[in-house]
């Protein structure tokens, strides 16, 4: 039995709207940051944190108290994850292309740095969950083979895979030239914070529900 009395469970609450709404901020700073529309380049940036601090966070906190659908009919809630992770999708496709094509106009070689290389793998794994998908969706396709519980646990694994994933990609890309010749060591260490925060909340909230 839960020992989180009302209140505490409000200030978690609050707490996580707090992060979330920082989350939120940070890729409006980036593109300030990029000056957004100067170059070709300055939509990397831009879209890929659109893509995993903004939006899929809020995909992935769809179903908790935290949530904007928070009340709604759990049945919403999937339509409403379902489409903010098509908006990820999108995002995230304007980001990676962006630097690809930024790279090949300038002949420079791709996924050379730790950015880069976790960056591509962290691309492929949110392809395989979003096609994947469909299966915690529709779990009766795999009715015969696996139970319904089973596949919405590991869709839920998955997507916490991923979602670390983009975050250790996002906290590496804080430490490229770009972020570090533009950005304060004040706003780096604090979007490095909220990362990681970002990670751990998640990590044990799916821990909590499956373990």
Known sequence: MSTNSPSSTTAITMLL????ATGAIFPI???????????????????????????????????????L???????????????????????????????YINKELNNKPHFTSWHGSVGLVTSVLLWAQLSVGVF????RILSRVMQ?????????????????????????GLWST???????????????VLHISLMFIVCKKFIKKYA
């Open 178 to 192: 770009w972020f570090q010749n533009n950005a304060s060591q004040v706003v780096i260490y604090s979007a490095l």
């Open 69 to 99: 659908a928070a009340g709604r009919r759990h049945s919403t809630k999937i339509t409403a994850h379902w489409f903010v992770l098509l908006l990820v999708a999108v995002a995230h496709s304007l980001g990676f292309a962006s630097i």
């Open 29 to 67: 700073y980036v593109g300030y940051l990029t000056k957004l529309g100067s170059s070709l380049f300055s939509y990397h940036p831009f879209f890929m944190t659109v893509a995993f601090t903004g939006l899929m966070t809020e995909a992935v906190f769809m179903f908790s108290e935290a949530s």
């Open 148 to 172: 319904a519980r089973t596949v919405k646990a590991n869709h839920g694994l998955f997507g916490m895979v991923v979602f670390s994933a983009g975050m250790i990609t996002i906290a590496l």
């Open 136 to 139: 915690a969706k529709y779990p």
């Open 17 to 20: 709207y707090l992060i979330r």
